[in-house]
T-cell receptor, first 113, second 113 residues
Framework: NAGVTQTPKFRVLKTGQSMTLLCAQD?????MYWYRQDPGMGLRLIHY???????AKGEVPDGYNVSRLKKQNFLLGLESAAPSQTSVYFC????????????FGSGTRLTVV | GESVGLHLPTLSVQEGDNSIINCAYS??????FIWYKQESGKGPQFIID?????DKRQGQRVTVLLNKTVKHLSLQIAATQPGDSAVYFC????????????FGEGTQLTVNP
Protein backbone atom coordinates (compact mmCIF):
# COMPACT_ATOMS: atom_id res chain seq x y z
CA ASN A 1 0.00 0.00 0.00
CA ALA A 2 1.93 3.00 -1.29
CA GLY A 3 -0.68 5.68 -0.52
CA VAL A 4 -0.41 8.68 -2.82
CA THR A 5 2.47 8.71 -5.28
CA GLN A 6 3.49 11.75 -7.30
CA THR A 7 5.78 11.77 -10.29
CA PRO A 8 8.10 13.41 -11.05
CA LYS A 9 9.55 14.68 -7.77
CA PHE A 10 11.49 17.51 -9.40
CA ARG A 11 11.32 19.23 -12.77
CA VAL A 12 12.73 22.32 -14.41
CA LEU A 13 10.81 23.75 -17.37
CA LYS A 14 11.46 26.59 -19.74
CA THR A 15 8.75 29.20 -20.16
CA GLY A 16 6.21 28.00 -22.68
CA GLN A 17 6.95 24.29 -22.30
CA SER A 18 4.26 21.86 -21.32
CA MET A 19 4.24 18.99 -18.88
CA THR A 20 1.97 16.64 -16.97
CA LEU A 21 2.21 15.79 -13.31
CA LEU A 22 0.92 12.38 -12.36
CA CYS A 23 -0.80 11.47 -9.11
CA ALA A 24 -1.65 7.86 -8.33
CA GLN A 25 -3.41 6.47 -5.26
CA ASP A 26 -3.99 2.85 -4.34
CA UNK A 27 -6.50 3.38 -1.52
CA UNK A 28 -9.60 3.37 -3.72
CA UNK A 29 -10.36 6.94 -2.68
CA UNK A 30 -13.12 8.70 -4.55
CA UNK A 31 -11.90 12.28 -4.17
CA MET A 32 -8.61 13.64 -5.43
CA TYR A 33 -7.09 17.12 -5.28
CA TRP A 34 -4.24 19.15 -6.67
CA TYR A 35 -2.76 21.92 -4.50
CA ARG A 36 0.12 24.30 -4.95
CA GLN A 37 2.22 25.55 -2.07
CA ASP A 38 4.22 28.75 -2.26
CA PRO A 39 6.58 30.25 0.35
CA GLY A 40 4.71 31.88 3.23
CA MET A 41 1.37 30.70 1.94
CA GLY A 42 -0.89 27.84 2.73
CA LEU A 43 -2.00 25.20 0.31
CA ARG A 44 -4.17 26.56 -2.48
CA LEU A 45 -6.53 24.31 -4.36
CA ILE A 46 -6.03 24.19 -8.13
CA HIS A 47 -8.50 21.54 -9.28
CA TYR A 48 -10.23 18.60 -7.73
CA UNK A 49 -12.23 15.54 -8.68
CA UNK A 50 -15.05 13.78 -6.86
CA UNK A 51 -14.96 10.73 -9.07
CA UNK A 52 -13.75 9.12 -12.25
CA UNK A 53 -14.52 11.28 -15.25
CA UNK A 54 -15.38 14.40 -13.21
CA UNK A 55 -13.25 17.45 -12.42
CA ALA A 56 -13.89 20.89 -10.99
CA LYS A 57 -12.02 24.15 -10.53
CA GLY A 58 -10.55 25.20 -7.22
CA GLU A 59 -9.22 28.57 -6.07
CA VAL A 60 -6.39 29.00 -8.61
CA PRO A 61 -7.24 26.98 -11.75
CA ASP A 62 -5.92 29.34 -14.43
CA GLY A 63 -3.09 27.91 -16.50
CA TYR A 64 -3.80 24.32 -15.45
CA ASN A 65 -5.90 21.47 -16.76
CA VAL A 66 -6.70 18.13 -15.17
CA SER A 67 -8.07 14.75 -16.12
CA ARG A 68 -9.40 11.80 -14.13
CA LEU A 69 -9.80 9.01 -16.64
CA LYS A 70 -9.19 6.32 -14.03
CA LYS A 71 -10.24 6.38 -10.41
CA GLN A 72 -6.72 5.88 -9.17
CA ASN A 73 -5.04 8.57 -11.28
CA PHE A 74 -5.36 12.34 -11.36
CA LEU A 75 -3.27 14.24 -13.90
CA LEU A 76 -2.34 17.91 -13.72
CA GLY A 77 -1.27 19.55 -16.96
CA LEU A 78 0.50 22.77 -17.69
CA GLU A 79 0.02 23.63 -21.36
CA SER A 80 2.35 26.63 -21.47
CA ALA A 81 4.41 26.99 -18.31
CA ALA A 82 5.03 30.43 -16.82
CA PRO A 83 7.49 31.49 -14.08
CA SER A 84 4.47 32.21 -11.83
CA GLN A 85 3.82 28.47 -11.83
CA THR A 86 7.07 27.79 -10.04
CA SER A 87 5.85 26.06 -6.90
CA VAL A 88 5.59 22.82 -5.02
CA TYR A 89 2.58 20.81 -6.13
CA PHE A 90 0.82 18.37 -3.84
CA CYS A 91 -1.76 15.80 -4.71
CA UNK A 92 -4.16 14.49 -2.09
CA UNK A 93 -6.96 11.98 -1.93
CA UNK A 94 -9.67 10.99 0.50
CA UNK A 95 -12.71 8.80 0.90
CA UNK A 96 -16.03 10.30 -0.09
CA UNK A 97 -17.58 9.65 3.33
CA UNK A 98 -17.89 12.77 5.41
CA UNK A 99 -15.16 14.05 7.68
CA UNK A 100 -12.16 12.13 6.48
CA UNK A 101 -8.78 13.71 6.30
CA UNK A 102 -6.73 13.89 3.16
CA UNK A 103 -3.74 11.71 2.39
CA PHE A 104 -1.05 13.72 0.66
CA GLY A 105 1.69 12.79 -1.72
CA SER A 106 5.27 13.91 -1.15
CA GLY A 107 5.09 16.72 -3.67
CA THR A 108 6.56 17.78 -7.00
CA ARG A 109 8.93 20.72 -6.99
CA LEU A 110 8.55 22.58 -10.29
CA THR A 111 10.74 25.43 -11.42
CA VAL A 112 9.89 27.43 -14.53
CA VAL A 113 12.74 29.51 -15.90
CA GLY B 1 -13.99 37.72 4.14
CA GLU B 2 -13.94 34.16 5.35
CA SER B 3 -10.54 32.88 6.30
CA VAL B 4 -8.63 30.29 8.18
CA GLY B 5 -5.42 31.56 9.65
CA LEU B 6 -2.84 31.15 12.32
CA HIS B 7 -2.03 33.70 15.00
CA LEU B 8 1.76 33.30 14.84
CA PRO B 9 3.92 32.35 11.89
CA THR B 10 6.74 30.93 14.06
CA LEU B 11 7.04 29.27 17.44
CA SER B 12 10.25 28.28 19.19
CA VAL B 13 10.21 26.02 22.26
CA GLN B 14 12.66 24.07 24.37
CA GLU B 15 12.73 20.31 24.16
CA GLY B 16 10.44 18.86 26.78
CA ASP B 17 8.19 21.91 26.99
CA ASN B 18 4.60 21.90 25.89
CA SER B 19 3.74 23.67 22.62
CA ILE B 20 0.52 25.44 21.74
CA ILE B 21 -0.26 26.38 18.16
CA ASN B 22 -3.30 28.51 17.53
CA CYS B 23 -5.68 28.93 14.64
CA ALA B 24 -8.61 31.27 14.06
CA TYR B 25 -11.47 30.69 11.70
CA SER B 26 -14.31 32.96 10.72
CA UNK B 27 -17.01 30.71 9.32
CA UNK B 28 -19.34 29.45 12.02
CA UNK B 29 -20.73 26.94 9.50
CA UNK B 30 -17.48 24.97 9.47
CA UNK B 31 -18.10 21.50 10.82
CA UNK B 32 -14.76 19.74 10.73
CA PHE B 33 -11.20 20.77 11.49
CA ILE B 34 -7.89 19.03 10.96
CA TRP B 35 -4.32 19.66 12.01
CA TYR B 36 -1.53 18.66 9.65
CA LYS B 37 2.21 18.45 10.18
CA GLN B 38 4.57 19.12 7.30
CA GLU B 39 8.23 18.31 7.61
CA SER B 40 10.74 19.86 5.28
CA GLY B 41 10.55 18.35 1.80
CA LYS B 42 7.52 16.23 2.58
CA GLY B 43 3.78 16.40 2.12
CA PRO B 44 1.42 17.30 4.98
CA GLN B 45 0.63 14.47 7.37
CA PHE B 46 -2.60 14.11 9.30
CA ILE B 47 -2.19 14.65 13.04
CA ILE B 48 -5.62 14.92 14.57
CA ASP B 49 -9.11 16.07 13.70
CA UNK B 50 -12.15 17.35 15.53
CA UNK B 51 -15.79 17.75 14.65
CA UNK B 52 -17.71 20.89 15.49
CA UNK B 53 -19.89 19.03 18.00
CA UNK B 54 -16.81 18.43 20.17
CA ASP B 55 -14.64 20.85 22.12
CA LYS B 56 -11.67 18.62 22.85
CA ARG B 57 -10.00 15.60 21.40
CA GLN B 58 -6.84 13.86 22.49
CA GLY B 59 -4.33 11.79 20.63
CA GLN B 60 -0.87 10.56 21.41
CA ARG B 61 0.91 13.60 22.95
CA VAL B 62 -1.45 15.92 21.06
CA THR B 63 -4.69 17.58 22.05
CA VAL B 64 -6.93 19.72 19.88
CA LEU B 65 -9.23 22.24 21.51
CA LEU B 66 -12.12 23.88 19.71
CA ASN B 67 -13.79 27.01 21.03
CA LYS B 68 -16.75 27.73 18.80
CA THR B 69 -17.74 30.83 20.76
CA VAL B 70 -14.62 32.69 19.65
CA LYS B 71 -13.96 30.55 16.55
CA HIS B 72 -10.59 29.38 17.78
CA LEU B 73 -8.73 26.12 17.36
CA SER B 74 -5.53 25.10 19.07
CA LEU B 75 -3.09 22.22 18.90
CA GLN B 76 -1.25 21.30 22.06
CA ILE B 77 1.83 19.10 21.87
CA ALA B 78 3.02 17.66 25.15
CA ALA B 79 6.72 17.17 25.93
CA THR B 80 7.81 18.58 22.58
CA GLN B 81 10.62 16.67 20.90
CA PRO B 82 13.09 17.70 18.17
CA GLY B 83 11.16 15.46 15.77
CA ASP B 84 8.15 17.72 16.25
CA SER B 85 9.93 20.55 14.42
CA ALA B 86 7.82 21.19 11.34
CA VAL B 87 5.19 23.49 9.89
CA TYR B 88 1.75 22.91 11.33
CA PHE B 89 -1.39 23.73 9.37
CA CYS B 90 -4.94 23.91 10.49
CA UNK B 91 -7.60 23.14 7.92
CA UNK B 92 -11.30 23.80 7.93
CA UNK B 93 -14.13 22.14 6.08
CA UNK B 94 -17.06 24.26 5.15
CA UNK B 95 -20.28 22.80 3.89
CA UNK B 96 -20.64 25.60 1.33
CA UNK B 97 -17.33 24.68 -0.32
CA UNK B 98 -18.44 21.20 -1.31
CA UNK B 99 -16.64 19.52 1.56
CA UNK B 100 -13.26 20.84 0.43
CA UNK B 101 -10.70 21.72 3.04
CA UNK B 102 -9.35 25.26 3.32
CA PHE B 103 -5.87 25.52 4.79
CA GLY B 104 -4.29 28.19 6.93
CA GLU B 105 -0.85 29.65 6.20
CA GLY B 106 1.00 27.46 8.70
CA THR B 107 3.13 27.91 11.82
CA GLN B 108 6.78 26.91 11.87
CA LEU B 109 7.53 25.09 15.12
CA THR B 110 11.20 24.89 16.08
CA VAL B 111 12.23 22.71 19.01
CA ASN B 112 15.53 23.67 20.59
CA PRO B 113 17.57 20.92 22.30
Amino acid sequence: NAGVTQTPKFRVLKTGQSMTLLCAQDMNHEYMYWYRQDPGMGLRLIHYSVGEGTTAKGEVPDGYNVSRLKKQNFLLGLESAAPSQTSVYFCASRRAAANYGYTFGSGTRLTVV
Amino acid sequence: GESVGLHLPTLSVQEGDNSIINCAYSNSASDYFIWYKQESGKGPQFIIDIRSNMDKRQGQRVTVLLNKTVKHLSLQIAATQPGDSAVYFCAEKRETSGSRLTFGEGTQLTVNP
